[in-house]
């Protein structure tokens, strides 16, 4: 099964869940506002992508952190902390597919090559 992890009023989000719709693929959506993420799930993401890909860093929560979490941010085993508390720092949307991230935000030419 497909799960595609974001936030519903997220534009990325919703390009990619109409894009899964509309090529009729199931997908059940994980949203990070209602339902959280775990560290666990952060860890082992961060194991499976370079953290940067996972934490975006150009994000307007980003810029609203403080000098001192902006710092904690650069380093995958300090960020965790951070994104657990700010789950908007997650880059959107993330798809995963039994477990395994498969792709990280919307790219219909990507996802046409995976699907």
Not at 6 to 28: A, M, Q, R, Y
Request: aromatic share 10%; glycine share 4%.
């Amino acid at each position: 099964m497909i799960t595609i992890y974001g936030i519903p009023n997220c534009d990325t989000v919703k390009k990619s869940l109409d894009w899964f719709t509309k090529h009729k693929i199931e997908f059940v959506f994980h949203n990070y506002k209602k339902e959280g993420v775990s560290d666990t799930m952060l860890k082992e993401w961060m194991k499976q992508q370079d953290f940067n890909l996972i934490v975006n860093t150009k994000s307007a929560t980003y810029k609203k952190l403080s000098p001192a979490d902006q710092t904690k941010c650069t380093k995958a085993t300090t960020a965790v902390a951070v994104v657990m508390e700010h789950t908007s720092l997650i880059k959107r949307p993330i798809v995963t597919k039994k477990g395994k991230i498969i792709a990280i935000g919307y790219d219909p030419t990507e996802y046409e090559k995976l699907f």
